[in-house]
């Protein structure tokens, strides 16, 4: 994630010609015109009634709903340059092939959507300039490609459950979100150009005295000895600034990126930490290129410095040595990416950490610069998926391309401190034995080839978390694809468990804007029923809704909406507090499916599209909470006049001792206490356990409300707990 020194156009000659880099933003108002028909000359034909589009942009959040190629034309002046001046176009993000022409010259042909990548203009920029780009994101037919056998590597962008029309549909593909998505750039330098400044940390010395491994690739006008000068500065806090100058050697090789390795020694250097395990510090790192006229070139990035290791035998994850326990739910902030700035993406981080969260997944595909450089901010972990979703080409040539991508990736992302876990393909077709059913083409090896390889590359990368790829067998589906929701009770048979979930309305306020008032209640509960089209179109799955789940839809929308809502409030919350009481035996990490509904959608999130908490959320957060009162429904059926029996435990995920807790409990049914009792116990940090067994028999039909609580020493709340139990009619004798 490297930024470079933005400047004004507004630029004097003279500063043109000095030794400092500059760069040029070229955002603003680009032509566009439809480049589907291949003999449609995009790079000569005048531009003047072309449709003008924002760029940065998806074409689709800018009002162009398209599919396929668009021609994308913009003109910028510049002043005249010295001669050893490399000028380097820079792409942060083109979705999905991009061909670029430079004053009709054709430069560079790209693949892939989320990367930087620079073209090199230096002979062909002039002081007034056409550039043409032809972007590509194309339709994939049906029959033959979509959704098997994808050629894209787009991940959830062009295929999934939460996109226009849902996953499998003939409109699956809808709301395209290709364009020029992320920012385009001029930047000039005399003589190298550093293209990427890739760190990494090195911990053999232990964690007093880190190391920060740093790659710079650079491309060079001529071969000679130069200095390289490497500094990392505290960038939120106050610090020591570190620096280091080397003595290298540039080589000319025609324009071919080449590499400098270096190590900068960082003793004492603070570590950066998870929110409410220490602070999150970063180092502002540059790297410069002089010689004996000044700078060269310089490049600027940031990290953070810190330690991951997953320990054998499902013992879980340290970080800086520490033992952390991973609560987290899956997150896509919208399919257009280019939507999403550093405000929406730190307003999301707040409600997900208000919640307890201390981790989420990028589900499915890489994000916009801005979620890592907000998540480095506030301390929040990444799970980071490679973008596979599904099957894709068997071919050799698509895995080469695959392997390609993810070290780009790696490459470019990898400086963020907040990725965790590098994570491979998301249920690949030879895992997923389910689409047998649905595609006569599948067979039990599709994409083998493909996940090996693309894991293979992850575990390059020695300083994270590898996850090869994510299998069907850890996304515990139970109460809304089968079995029911006590069936989340069951011991996990995965360590790791990336998926779990339902679905539930938003409220009806946001409701209303996705649905239309005459289609808010269809005739009938059946998935058949047309009323449902719409809602289907928004992701609604009433088949699981009313059928499997067996959600009432109750009398009318408001009933429906509370009784989706608390159907997934009571799922999420014992599957979550289930998993927390399985802590490393065997389970190391969760993450619920999924945070934020990406659209105006109907979905499995606990947030809708308008950021507004669902019941699910809260249930979340309270089971969420660092230090946990957690009730363990042991009973399945409650029966007036029969016994039931429940679990209480103490869980703390915290790393500092909770002394002299006291823990209270009550089992009230119709304002009469059933049960009720207390103890003062320590909580060891990092610790959970059983502490009582309480069996209680109703004595009415009236609901059973258990609650539980945690207590300080102090007498402030540490967490709170409530659970609500249905009885039953006496048993016929």
């Known amino acids: 994630m490297i930024r470079k020194l933005l400047v004004l156009l507004m630029v004097t000659p003279l500063l043109a010609q000095a030794s400092q880099p500059v760069t040029w933003s070229l955002a603003g108002q680009w032509r566009v015109h439809d480049a589907n028909d291949e003999t449609f000359d995009g790079v000569n034909t005048p531009d003047r009634h072309w449709r003008a589009i924002q760029v940065p942009a998806n074409w689709y959040s800018a009002g162009y709903d398209h599919q396929g190629a668009l021609w994308y034309r913009h003109e910028f002046s510049l002043p005249e340059r010295a001669p050893d001046t490399m000028a380097t176009l820079v792409f942060d993000g083109v979705d999905y092939y991009a061909d670029v022409v430079l004053n009709g010259k054709a430069l560079a042909r790209h693949e892939g959507y989320f990367q930087r990548f620079p073209v090199d203009v230096s002979d062909t920029l002039r002081r007034h300039n056409r550039l043409a780009v032809k972007v590509n994101s194309p339709w994939e037919d049906p029959k033959t490609v979509w959704p098997l056998h994808k050629t894209q590597m787009k991940g959830i962008l062009n295929q999934h459950d939460t996109r226009p029309g849902g996953a499998w549909s003939e409109h699956?593909?809808?709301?395209?979100?290709?364009?020029?998505?992320?920012?385009?750039?001029?930047?000039?330098?005399?003589?190298?150009?550093?293209?990427?400044?890739?760190?990494?940390?090195?911990?053999?010395?232990?964690?007093?005295?880190?190391?920060?491994?740093?790659?710079?690739?650079?491309?060079?006008l001529t071969a000679g000895s130069v200095t390289l000068r490497l500094s990392a500065a505290p960038d939120n806090f106050n610090g020591q600034r570190i620096e280091q100058t080397f003595s290298v050697n540039l080589t000319q090789a025609n324009g071919k990126p080449q590499s400098l390795n270096v190590s900068l020694p960082m003793k004492g250097a603070r570590l950066w930490w998870p929110a409410g395990y220490?602070?999150?510090?970063?180092?502002?790192?540059?790297?410069?290129?002089?010689?004996?006229?000044?700078?060269?070139?310089?490049?600027v990035t940031r990290t953070g410095l810190r330690k991951l290791e997953e320990q054998p035998d499902n013992q879980g994850w340290r970080i800086n040595d520490r033992r952390l326990f991973i609560k987290g739910s899956n997150y896509i902030g919208s399919p257009w990416l280019g939507t999403l700035t550093r405000q929406k993406y730190r307003r999301d981080f707040t409600l997900l950490q208000k919640m307890n969260a201390n981790a989420i997944r990028v589900h499915g595909h890489v994000a916009g610069r801005a979620l890592y450089e907000v998540a480095d901010e506030m301390g929040l972990m990444i799970w980071q998926d490679v973008p596979l979703q599904w099957g894709?080409?068997?071919?050799?040539?698509?895995?080469?391309?695959?392997?390609?991508?993810?070290?780009?990736?790696?490459?470019?992302?990898?400086?963020?401190?907040?990725?965790?876990?590098?994570g491979g393909h998301n249920e690949p077709p030879w895992n997923s034995p389910w689409m047998e059913k649905r595609f006569p083409d599948w067979?039990?090896?599709?994409?083998?080839?493909?996940?090996?390889?693309?894991?293979?590359?992850?575990?390059?990368?020695?300083?994270?978390?590898?996850?090869?790829?994510?299998?069907?067998?850890?996304?515990?589906?139970?109460?809304?694809?089968?079995?029911?929701?006590?069936?989340?009770?069951?011991p996990a048979k995965t360590a790791i468990i990336t998926e779990f979930g339902a679905q539930a309305l938003p409220r009806l306020s946001t409701l209303k804007t996705i649905i239309p008032a005459d289609?808010?209640?269809?005739?009938?509960?059946?998935?058949?029923?047309?009323?449902?089209?719409?809602?289907?179109?928004?992701?609604?799955?009433?088949?699981?809704?009313?059928?499997?789940?067996?959600?009432?839809?109750?009398?009318?929308?408001?009933?429906?909406?509370?009784?989706?809502?608390?159907?997934?409030?009571?799922?999420?919350?014992?599957a979550a507090e289930s998993y927390r009481r399985q802590r490393y035996q065997p389970v190391t990490a969760l993450f619920h499916f999924m945070f934020v509904e990406t659209w105006p959608s109907i979905n499995w999130g606990v947030v809708d599209y308008l950021r507004k908490p669902k019941a699910g959320y809260y249930a979340l957060q309270r089971a969420y909470q660092p230090i946990l009162p957690s009730i363990e429904p042991l009973s399945a059926t409650w029966r007036v006049g029969s016994e039931a029996r429940i679990g209480l435990w103490a869980i703390n995920d915290s790393w500092e001792a909770c002394d002299a807790c006291r823990l209270t409990w009550q089992v009230k049914q119709n304002g009469r206490a059933l049960a009720k009792g207390n103890m003062t116990l320590t909580l060891p940090p990092d610790s959970g356990k059983k502490v009582k067994e309480i069996a209680v028999t109703p004595t009415s039909q009236h609901k059973v409300t258990i609650e539980y609580r945690i207590e300080h020493q102090s007498g402030a709340l540490a967490g709170v707990n409530v659970r609500e139990e249905n009885v039953a009619a006496q048993s016929a004798r």
């Open 172 to 220: 699956g593909q809808d709301a395209n979100s290709g364009g020029i998505w992320a920012p385009v750039k001029l930047h000039l330098s005399r003589g190298v150009t550093i293209d990427d400044v890739i760190l990494r940390p090195d911990w053999r010395d232990g964690l007093e005295k880190p190391v920060l491994r740093a790659e710079i690739r650079y491309r060079a």
């Open 278 to 299: 220490g602070k999150p510090n970063l180092y502002r790192v540059r790297a410069t290129v002089l010689d004996d006229q000044g700078v060269m070139d310089t490049a």
């Open 392 to 422: 894709y080409d068997n071919s050799d040539a698509f895995a080469d391309n695959a392997v390609r991508q993810t070290r780009d990736m790696m490459a470019q992302f990898g400086n963020s401190p907040a990725i965790i876990v590098w």
């Open 443 to 490: 067979n039990k090896t599709l994409n083998q080839t493909l996940t090996t390889r693309v894991a293979d590359t992850l575990a390059e990368d020695r300083s994270r978390i590898v996850h090869r790829f994510s299998a069907v067998e850890e996304h515990y589906w139970a109460g809304w694809y089968f079995g029911t929701p006590r069936d989340l009770l069951a």
């Open 519 to 574: 289609l808010l209640w269809p005739k009938s509960t059946a998935a058949d029923d047309p009323g449902w089209t719409r809602w289907k179109y928004h992701n609604f799955q009433p088949f699981q809704t009313f059928k499997f789940a067996g959600i009432p839809r109750g009398n009318n929308i408001q009933e429906m909406i509370k009784n989706t809502q608390e159907y997934q409030a009571q799922l999420v919350a014992m």
